[in-house]
């Protein structure tokens, strides 16, 4: 079974209380594209992600807004900003990277909010791929294995792979490549 | 006048002695896909990029063979390698960085052969864009200047603007955008 791969850069979600010290009381954000995932996008709307290692001037703003705030980086974005996020589920942010966030209204020092995103398969029943929500599988590229691929599965979501930058390097995968799941 | 962005990833060109250093003698590249220039490819083969501070396991060889082996890396890469290349041409190599090139058959820690590309515009005199070879101009991304963009005319070129990601992120550009010369 061929899945498509999409590849995340670096990215941001953001919880209201959150996205109003960094933009303004009742900030709207506009919608830059939509995802491949139903009723997500990508905003206009970038922030600065640094610490005292690096700084990350512009980094996407994912819409809509979120429970929690959540960064999102590769493995070689958090060895430019020296820090050492856990690869996770997103919103399982216990225990997670702090970072600094600057938008145009205002700057938080924030912890627990960031991640490397664990590789995933976004499914949905009907796609029939033969595994449960939460199984961890192993996918083929053209010429490498990729192991520890995280199902996610729900009605709502388009069969895809996400990986982030440092993966896709590293696998030799561009966004629109596809891998085999066995 | 709008033109198409290209973003390059981390990369190297190879010349023939390097190569049968690193992949064996009379070794042949097998090509991946085209590239928007013509007769320039993405190699099935890549090589790993490392030097004390930091490894890229998989950095894509292009082809053709060239009379220079050059790495081409963006900021941040060159942040994590812990080097400080040079903004140039291709094939202006004088006093650029050394990097250790790994391939299947060998290893070169190779003097001169690293730098960041500078950000470029591909065209030929039939595309009228109005400036000549080696100008450097200004454009305009939806909301930001980018300036320092160097010209290159040629026949074979085919127009096209190429930015490394570390430019691409900071400017909000990715593959197939559009930015506007004036």
């Known amino acids: 079974m061929k899945i498509k791969v999409g590849v995340s850069n670096r990215h941001i979600h953001l919880c209201k209380e959150d996205a109003e010290i960094l933009f303004g009381k009742n900030y709207e954000f506009k919608k830059r594209n939509d995802l491949s995932q139903i009723g997500e996008y990508a905003c206009e709307e970038t922030v600065i992600i640094s610490t005292d290692k690096y700084e990350f001037p512009h980094v ?38 702090a970072v600094w966030i600057t938008g145009p209204n205002g700057k938080i020092y924030k912890e627990n909010c960031c991640i490397r995103a664990n590789r995933h398969i976004h499914c949905n029943k009907l796609d029939k791929i033969g595994y449960n929500n939460s199984d961890i599988v192993t996918v083929k590229t053209k010429d490498k294995i990729m192991d520890d691929v995280h199902i996610k599965m729900k009605d709502s979501f388009v069969l895809e792979m996400h990986i982030d930058k440092t993966d896709a390097a590293n696998f030799g995968l561009e966004n629109g490549d596809y891998i085999e799941l066995e």
Chains 1, 2 share one sequence.
């Open 60 to 97: 996407r703003v994912m819409g809509p807004l979120r429970e929690y705030t959540q960064v999102e980086v590769s493995l070689d974005d958090a060895n430019l900003l020296g820090i050492n996020p856990p690869v996770r589920d997103s919103g399982d942010l216990d225990n997670s990277e």
